[in-house]
């Protein structure tokens, strides 16, 4: 594993350092962590968008044809 040094702000280190705290780990794991999702790193890839859909019903899948054929509003079943 490679040392850098980075230079931040004041309000930055804090921020950094409370959320250190926050979540148990180190400032460095923090910083990985940041860095490795804005770069893409291949450690911890997560899909932010997964679940943006989600309509927290349950069989709108099967259901697909019926609520598209529907005329007007989608009401959910009881």
């Keep these: 594993m490679k040392r850098i040094t980075v230079e931040v702000?004041?309000?930055?280190?804090?921020?950094?350092?409370?959320?250190?705290?926050?979540?148990g780990k180190t400032v460095s794991e923090i910083t990985r962590e940041?860095?490795?999702?804005?770069?893409?790193?291949?450690?911890?890839?997560?899909l932010r968008f997964a679940g943006t859909g989600a309509s927290g019903l349950?069989?709108?899948?099967?259901?697909?044809?019926?609520i598209l054929a529907h005329?007007?509003?989608?009401?959910?079943p009881s």
């Design 9 to 23: 702000h004041d309000e930055l280190d804090a921020r950094l350092r409370q959320e250190s705290e926050r979540r």
């Design 34 to 46: 940041a860095l490795e999702s804005y770069l893409g790193g291949a450690s911890e890839r997560r």
């Design 58 to 66: 349950s069989g709108v899948s099967e259901r697909i044809e019926q």
């Design 71 to 76: 005329d007007g509003p989608f009401e959910p």
